[in-house]
């Protein structure tokens, strides 16, 4: 190798470790930190974004927060859990369950928003009863949910109701001291009377139903005063019902009622429901 050879390489291997270097240092002092500022700028621009998306849609549910303070339980809360009580206990006179209790657990704060209030309820009726404080229940505007429910079926016909219910009493509501006159709209009919047929099922009760259609108007008679009087065969030719005109007979959960009478037909009330029927047929048959 020449002299000028030997000259040459190292200055070619000075400038590769001077390309090299001045590369490194090109990136670290420039690409690098330039890509960490895009990054930064896009993930900035992404939390904008979602910050933009939450605002909008916390603005659409303003409305939706009105309404929720204005069913708020009274955010005073020993008010608040004496007049839920009181109004539970109302609403089971006002439907005529019997054996009533409400007793209410510790309430339960969720940071500064609100406290959660829980009942344990209980109480006796028959199906008609039961149903009619359900549709009571939905049709206050109260903030409240039944969390969960039982229902036992007696003998009598009766059914035991226990169910738990939570409340609640938000910091922001409405009211300090009284509860909501607002009413829910979340039941699909407003009036009592379209439920009525879930007491003619008598979904509870192992023999209702069928003690319907097994049931027959036997024969019309009259009694000793020249009343008239209905003849049932309830379930059986051996099991025999007699109500006089005026009178009523409850059997497997069902009210039966002589209204009036002719020699073959008789009108009768089956559950508060006015129907006509003939010597021969069943009680399911006059009430489809």
């Keep these: 190798m020449n002299e000028s050879r030997k000259l040459l390489l190292p200055g070619l291997l ?22 960490e500022k895009q990054n930064r700028l896009k993930n900035m621009e992404e939390d904008l974004h979602d910050t933009k998306m939450k605002i909008k849609i916390a603005q659409k549910k303003l409305p939706e927060l009105d309404t929720v303070q204005a069913r708020s339980l009274p955010y005073q809360i020993d008010l608040a859990v004496s007049q839920y009580r009181g109004w539970l206990f109302r609403l089971f006179e006002e439907v005529g369950l019997q054996r009533t209790s409400v007793d209410s657990g510790q309430p339960v704060r969720v940071g500064k928003l609100y406290d959660r209030l829980s009942f344990s309820v209980s109480g006796s009726g028959t199906l008609d009863q039961v149903t009619l404080f359900m549709h009571k229940f939905y049709s206050a505007g109260h903030l409240h949910i039944i969390r969960s429910v039982t229902f036992n079926p007696t003998a009598t016909g009766r059914i035991d109701l226990s169910m738990s219910i939570e409340a609640l009493a938000l910091a922001s509501a409405a ?13 699909a009919s407003t009036d009592q009377a379209d439920y009525r047929f879930i007491g003619k099922r008598n979904l509870f009760s192992a023999t209702g139903a069928l003690w319907l259609q097994s049931t027959q108007l036997a024969a019309i008679t009259k009694n000793a005063s020249g009343k008239p009087q209905a003849w049932f065969n ?3 030719a051996s099991t025999t019902v007699i109500v006089d005109e005026g009178e009523s007979s409850q059997i497997a959960g069902h009210d039966i009622e002589l209204v009036s009478a002719t020699a073959d037909q008789a009108s009768i009330l089956v559950d508060g429901d006015e129907v006509r029927i003939s010597i021969g047929q069943s009680l399911q048959e006059a009430i489809d």
Excluded: H, M, W
């Design 14 to 35: 000075a400038v590769i470790a001077i390309a090299f270097v001045g590369d490194k240092a090109y990136q670290n002092l420039y690409v690098n930190p330039l890509r």
């Design 175 to 187: 009211s300090k001291d009284q509860l909501t006159t607002e009413v829910s709209t979340q039941l």
């Design 234 to 236: 309830a379930g059986s």
